[in-house]
C-alpha cells in the first residue's frame, strides 16, 4: 500500500511539474535512471543542478536528461516522501541514483479544522490514524477500525451485536447530562454519521483532542472532534480495485452455567422436589450460533490534470452470533474534483448513500422476550421442543419463556437509509488568498416494524402486539471562509476568517395495537388489531439552528517559533433568551528547540518541538427545547362543558422554562512535546492536560407548585480531568528486503467531580447504576455514587463481613456496628471502573516485499467491573426451578437465604489484554498493462483475552455516568476469522 500511495504521489508531481522544465543545450549531457529501494521507477522526481534554476524530472519510467552540465556542479535529487541525493558530475555520462524513504516526510499534512498544516508545524494535540494503519476483519462501523490506534481515544462496544454502535470517549468524559460523543466531520462537514461511509472509503482519521484544536467548532466541540477525510482519485492515474472478505464469528466466550447433569445431582444430594424437563439443553448453545459476515467493495479511480474521480460501491452482510440478530447493509459513493481557471478554481463534490436492513432481538432487561436473560435462566433440563416438534412450554416461575420461540415468532425489523452530500468550492482569489463556501446536506429515514402474534409464543396469556415506527432527520449546512497565506523570508502567517449556518430537523410517528386477529397480515394493518387505542399512539417533530462566526491566525518564525490564536462565536436555540450566544477562545505556542543554535553540534535529536496550548470550547447536546416549558399530554379528561372526554394538556412531565441556560463549557491547557531521534526513525509525543468543564447542563428538581413542572434545565457543577498521553513510533527495521514498524501508545486520566451544585442537596451526592432484576426490590440498589471530590462513576457499595445465622447478608453499619438492611449500612468507594491506564501497541511487517504481517494488541489497566451477572445468578434459592452459577451451589451449603443484594464482594478487577487484530498476507505482483497486484489475507480478531476477571468479558461500555457494570443484559462478544483478497487493475 506504501509503494501505490509513493506511485500515485509520483504521477501528480510528474503532471505538475512536467510544464516547468526547461531544456538548454550545451556540450554535456547526463542521462540516468532513479529507482527506489525496490528497484521500482519513480516518475516525476526532481533532478536540478544545484545553485541555479536548471533542471528536469524523470519520466514514467524514472528516466531523465540533462543538458548543459559542467563535471564540477552537482546534481540534486528529491522527491516528495524520499530523502535527497546528490552527485557530482565529474567525467559521468550515465548516473543511477536509488532513492531511500524519507519515513518523517510520508503523511507529514495535517487535516484540522478549516484548514491543513505541516505535521511538523502543530501546535496542538492532534492525532491521525491512516488507511495503511486501520484495523480490518470484521468492522462493524467505521469507527471500529482506528480502536486502540491514538493515545487518549478509548473506542469500546457493549458485546458483539452487528446492530450496534460503538462508544467513543476523546480524554474522558465532559458532561453529566449531555451528549458525550465527539464531533465527526466528514470531508469538511461537521454532524455527519459516519456508517454513511464504507471503511475502505476512508483514507484518514485525524483525532483533534485538545481545546486548542476543538473549539474552531465552537459549542461542539467540548468532547473532542474526528475528522474523517475520504478518499479521492489522483490524477494521470487510473485504477480499479476490487475488496471481498468472507469472515466467521463464533462467541468468545460464554457464562458457566450448571448443567442438567449437574443441576441433577445438586436436587439428588439435597432430596429436593423437582419437575425434570426430561431434557439436558445447553440454551447458550441454542440461541447462538456461527455468524458468517460477508464484504465486497468495488471503487473506481483516476482523472486527468483537471478532474479527477473516485467511485465506490459496497455490500455487506453480518449475520450475528445470536439467531436472529442480522444486518445488511449497501454504501455506495462518488467524489468528484475540478480545477479550472488555470487552477485558481477547484470544486470538489461528494455524494454518499447507505441502504440497511436490521433484525433486532431484545436483551437488555429480564422480560419475557429478553434472550439472553430467558436462555440464561431457563432450566437445562428443559428441552426445546416437545415430542410433537412444538415448543416446550412451561410455567416455573415469572416471565420464564422458551427464547427459541421468542427468537422465531417475533418480528423486529429496522429499513433505514442514510445520504450525505456535500459541495466546496475554493477560488484563489489573488495569491495566497482563498475563498471557500461548503455546502453539506444530509437525511436520515428509517421505519421500525414490530409484530408478535397472540399464541403458541409466551408460557402465560398473550393477545399479541404489532407496532409501526417512522423517524425522520436532515441536517442542512452553510459555510463560507477564507484563508489567507503569507511567507515573507523566514516569517509566514495564515489567517482565517468565517460564517457557518446549520439547521438540523427531525420528525416521527408510530402507531401500536394488540390483539392481532391475523399471523399473516402482521404489522402491516394495524387497523386489523382488536385494541387499536388513542393512548399508543405518538408523533412528533423539532428544528434546532446553529450559526457561528471564527477565525484563527497561524505565525511561525523560521519554523522555529509558533504562534495561534482562533476565536468561535455561536449562537443556538438551543439555549436561554439571555444566552443564546456562546464565544469560545484558543491560544497557542510552540517552539522547535532543535533548530536552534546551542543545538547544532548535537545530533542527538532529529525533532524536539515544545507545544502548549488554552483554549474553551462548548457542549450543546442537548434536546432542542430545554430552555422552555412545553404543555405535554397528560391523558385524558372530561370537558365540563359538553361532558365528552377530551385530551388533558399539562405541565407535570415537561419541564420549566430557563432563559438563563447556556452552553457548558470546557476550559483545557494542553502541553505537548514532540520528540525524534536518529533521523526520526524513533519518533513520537508526550502530552499533559488539565481540563475543566463548567456550566455543566442537567435537570434540577424544583417544587411545583410553585413551579409549572417538576424540573428545570440549569447550568450546574464542575468537572475536572487531568492526563497524560504518550505516542512512540519506531521505524525499527527498514531496509528493502524487511521493514518493521512499530507504534505504542499510552494514557491515562482521572475525572474528578468537583462540584454538582443544585443536583443534589448540600452535602449529599448522586446515585447512579440502579440495578433491576428477578428477586432485586428497594430503593438502595444502586452502585455508584458520583461524590464531590471523588472521581466520577466510583462504585460506593455496602461492604460485605458474612452471613447470619438465617442466612441473611451482613454489612458494615454506619454506627461501626453490623447489620443486615442495606438502607443502615456504611457505603464505601471500592473502585472505580476507569482504567489507570490504557495502552495500544500496534506492528506492521513487510518480509521480501510481498509478505505482510500486521498484529495488535490494546489493554486496559486498573479498571474495576461491578459483575451484577454474578450477584443475579449465583442466588441459591433460584434452584432448582431456575439456573445458577457454580458458586450458587457453594451459598447454597453454607446456608444463604438473602435473594440477589448488591455488596462490595462483587467487584472484580477488569484489567485485561486483548489481541484485537492479526493479520497474515501476500501481495502478488503482475507486469501486465491490465492487472496490477492482488493481496490475499488472512485475519483474526479478538483471538484471546488475558484477564483474571471471572465474567464473561472484562470491557463493558464507557457511556454514562454509571459504567462499569457487568449485567447479563450483554450481547456476547465474538471471534473471528476472516479471508478477504484485494485485487488491483490498472
Known amino acids: 500500500m506504501k509503494n501505490n500511495i509513493i506511485r500515485l504521489i509520483s504521477l501528480i508531481c510528474f503532471f505538475m511539474l512536467i510544464g516547468l522544465v526547461g531544456l538548454y543545450a550545451q556540450e554535456k549531457s547526463i542521462t540516468g535512471t532513479v529507482t527506489d529501494t525496490d528497484g521500482e521507477p519513480?516518475?516525476?522526481?526532481?533532478?536540478?543542478?544545484?545553485?541555479?534554476?536548471?533542471?528536469?524530472?524523470?519520466?514514467?519510467?524514472?528516466?531523465?536528461?540533462?543538458?548543459?552540465?559542467?563535471?564540477?556542479?552537482?546534481?540534486?535529487y528529491s522527491f516528495v516522501g524520499y530523502l535527497k541525493e546528490r552527485r557530482q558530475v565529474g567525467d559521468q555520462s550515465n548516473i543511477n541514483v536509488e532513492l531511500m524513504e524519507d519515513i518523517t516526510e510520508l503523511g507529514e499534512v495535517l487535516v484540522i479544522g478549516y484548514g491543513v498544516q505541516k505535521k511538523s508545524d502543530k501546535t496542538g494535540a492532534v492525532a491521525t490514524v491512516s488507511s495503511e494503519d486501520m484495523n480490518q476483519g470484521v468492522i462493524t462501523d467505521p469507527i471500529h477500525a482506528m480502536q486502540g490506534k491514538s493515545a487518549g481515544v478509548l473506542i469500546s462496544k457493549k458485546g458483539g451485536d452487528p446492530n450496534a454502535g460503538f462508544s467513543v470517549k476523546i480524554r474522558g468524559a465532559a458532561g453529566f447530562e449531555s451528549g458525550t460523543t465527539p464531533l465527526y466531520v466528514v470531508d469538511g462537514v461537521p454532524g455527519v454519521d459516519p456508517t454513511t461511509i464504507a471503511p475502505e472509503d476512508i483514507e484518514t482519521f485525524t483525532i483533534l483532542k485538545d481545546a486548542a484544536s476543538t473549539a474552531i467548532y465552537g459549542s461542539q466541540g467540548s468532547n473532542g472532534v474526528i475528522l474523517i477525510t475520504t478518499k479521492k482519485g489522483t490524477a494521470g492515474v487510473s485504477k480499479v480495485q476490487f475488496n471481498a472478505k468472507v469472515s466467521a464469528d463464533q462467541v468468545a466466550n460464554t457464562l458457566d452455567l450448571l448443567t442438567a447433569s449437574e443441576l441433577r445431582t445438586f436436587v439428588d444430594n439435597n432430596d429436593l422436589n423437582f419437575s425434570d424437563g426430561g431434557g439436558n439443553t445447553d440454551w447458550q448453545d441454542e440461541i447462538y450460533r456461527t455468524g458468517i459476515t460477508q464484504s465486497y467493495n468495488l471503487n473506481f479511480s483516476g482523472g486527468s490534470e483537471n478532474s479527477t474521480y473516485y467511485a465506490s460501491i459496497t455490500q455487506a452482510d453480518w449475520q450475528g452470533v445470536m439467531k436472529g440478530t442480522e444486518k445488511e447493509r449497501t454504501t455506495a459513493k462518488i467524489n468528484l474534483t475540478h480545477k479550472t481557471w488555470d487552477g485558481r478554481l477547484k470544486l470538489a463534490g461528494s455524494l454518499s448513500g447507505a441502504f440497511e436492513q436490521n433484525d433486532y432481538e431484545n436483551y437488555s432487561g429480564f422480560d419475557k422476550d429478553d434472550v439472553i436473560y430467558q436462555a440464561l435462566q431457563r432450566n437445562p433440563t428443559d428441552p426445546v421442543y416437545t415430542a410433537e416438534n412444538e415448543y416446550y412450554i412451561i410455567n416455573r416461575a415469572f416471565n420464564y419463556d422458551n427464547p427459541i420461540a421468542v427468537i422465531n415468532e417475533i418480528e423486529n425489523l429496522r429499513d433505514a437509509k442514510r445520504f450525505?452530500?456535500?459541495?466546496?468550492?475554493?477560488?484563489?482569489?489573488?495569491?495566497?488568498?482563498?475563498?471557500?463556501?461548503?455546502?453539506?446536506?444530509?437525511?436520515?429515514?428509517?421505519?421500525?416494524?414490530?409484530?408478535?402474534?397472540?399464541?403458541?409464543?409466551?408460557?402465560?396469556?398473550?393477545?399479541?402486539?404489532?407496532?409501526?415506527?417512522?423517524?425522520?432527520?436532515?441536517?442542512?449546512?452553510?459555510?463560507?471562509y477564507a484563508n489567507y497565506t503569507k511567507s515573507l523570508n523566514a516569517h509566514y502567517l495564515n489567517a482565517m476568517a468565517g460564517y457557518s449556518w446549520e439547521e438540523n430537523n427531525y420528525n416521527g410517528f408510530f402507531s401500536y395495537a394488540e390483539n392481532p386477529q391475523s399471523p399473516h397480515l402482521s404489522y402491516n394493518n394495524l387497523g386489523s388489531f382488536v385494541d387499536y387505542q388513542k393512548d399508543p399512539i405518538g408523533s412528533w417533530k423539532g428544528m434546532s439552528r446553529l450559526i457561528g462566526f471564527f477565525g484563527r491566525v497561524q505565525y511561525n518564525y523560521d519554523e522555529r517559533i509558533y504562534g495561534s490564536a482562533s476565536i468561535r462565536r455561536d449562537g443556538s436555540t438551543k439555549f436561554g433568551k439571555n444566552n443564546k450566544w456562546g464565544t469560545f477562545p484558543t491560544f497557542a505556542a510552540g517552539w522547535n528547540i532543535h533548530k536552534e543554535s546551542f543545538l547544532d553540534n548535537l545530533d542527538l535529536f532529529s525533532q524536539l518541538k515544545l507545544r502548549a496550548s488554552y483554549g474553551v470550547s462548548g457542549n450543546q447536546a442537548i434536546g432542542e427545547y430545554f430552555a422552555q416549558i412545553l404543555p405535554q399530554d397528560t391523558g385524558e379528561g372530561t370537558n365540563p362543558e359538553s361532558g365528552e372526554q377530551v385530551t388533558v394538556f399539562g405541565f407535570s412531565n415537561s419541564w420549566n422554562a430557563n432563559p438563563d441556560l447556556k452552553w457548558e463549557s470546557t476550559t483545557e491547557i494542553n502541553i505537548g512535546l514532540d520528540f525524534g531521534f536518529v533521523g526520526n526513525r524513533i519518533n513520537g509525543s508526550v502530552e499533559l492536560y488539565t481540563k475543566e468543564t463548567e456550566d455543566i447542563l442537567a435537570p434540577v428538581q424544583v417544587p411545583s407548585p410553585p413551579a409549572l413542572a417538576n424540573f428545570t434545565w440549569e447550568n450546574i457543577g464542575k468537572m475536572n480531568n487531568t492526563g497524560i498521553e504518550l505516542f512512540l513510533e519506531f521505524f525499527v527495521v527498514n531496509r528493502p528486503n524487511i521493514s518493521w514498524k512499530s507504534t505504542l501508545n499510552g494514557s491515562h486520566y482521572k475525572t474528578i467531580i468537583t462540584e454538582l451544585g443544585k443536583w443534589v442537596e448540600e452535602g449529599d451526592y448522586?446515585?447512579?447504576?440502579?440495578?433491576?432484576?428477578?428477586?432485586?426490590?428497594?430503593?438502595?440498589?444502586?452502585?455508584?455514587?458520583?461524590i464531590e471530590g471523588e472521581e466520577l462513576g466510583a462504585f460506593f457499595l455496602p461492604v460485605y463481613v458474612g452471613l447470619s445465622s438465617d442466612g441473611r447478608l451482613l454489612y458494615e453499619s454506619e454506627t461501626g456496628g453490623i447489620t443486615r438492611n442495606l438502607s443502615d449500612a456504611e457505603r464505601q468507594i471500592v473502585g472505580s471502573p476507569a482504567p489507570d491506564l490504557e495502552i495500544g501497541w500496534s506492528n506492521s511487517f513487510t518480509l521480501y516485499n510481498n509478505w505482510t504481517i500486521d498484529f495488535s494488541l490494546r489493554s486496559m489497566i486498573g479498571n474495576d467491573v461491578y459483575n451484577a451477572t454474578q450477584m443475579f445468578f449465583d442466588y441459591p434459592g433460584n434452584l432448582p426451578s431456575l439456573n445458577a452459577v457454580p458458586e450458587a451451589v457453594e451459598w447454597y451449603e453454607q446456608g444463604r437465604t438473602n435473594p440477589p443484594q448488591i455488596a462490595d464482594i462483587y467487584v472484580e478487577d477488569g484489567s485485561f489484554v486483548k489481541l484485537d487484530y492479526l493479520s497474515l498476507g501476500y501481495n502478488f505482483e503482475f507486469n501486465s498493462s491490465y492487472f496490477s497486484s492482488v493481496r490475499i489475507y488472512v485475519t483474526g480478531n479478538n483471538l484471546f483475552t488475558l484477564t483474571n476477571y471471572s465474567g464473561v468479558d472484562p470491557e463493558t461500555s464507557v457511556e454514562g455516568r454509571a459504567f462499569g457494570i457487568d449485567q447479563y443484559d450483554v450481547y456476547p462478544k465474538t471471534r473471528s476469522i476472516s479471508i478477504g483478497m484485494s485485487s488491483t487493475f490498472k
Open 420 to 480: 450525505f452530500g456535500s459541495f466546496n468550492a475554493d477560488l484563489e482569489i489573488f495569491d495566497g488568498f482563498i475563498a471557500t463556501t461548503n455546502i453539506g446536506y444530509t437525511r436520515d429515514d428509517n421505519e421500525s416494524s414490530y409484530f408478535r402474534y397472540k399464541d403458541g409464543i409466551y408460557s402465560s396469556a398473550d393477545n399479541g402486539a404489532g407496532r409501526k415506527e417512522y423517524n425522520n432527520s436532515s441536517k442542512k449546512l452553510i459555510e463560507v
Open 766 to 786: 448522586r446515585k447512579e447504576g440502579y440495578l433491576s432484576g428477578r428477586g432485586l426490590v428497594g430503593e438502595e440498589n444502586y452502585v455508584v455514587g458520583n
Open 42 to 76: 519513480l516518475p516525476g522526481v526532481s533532478i536540478s543542478v544545484d545553485g541555479t534554476t536548471q533542471g528536469t524530472i524523470t519520466d514514467l519510467e524514472g528516466n531523465y536528461t540533462i543538458t548543459d552540465v559542467a563535471q564540477e556542479q552537482v546534481l540534486v
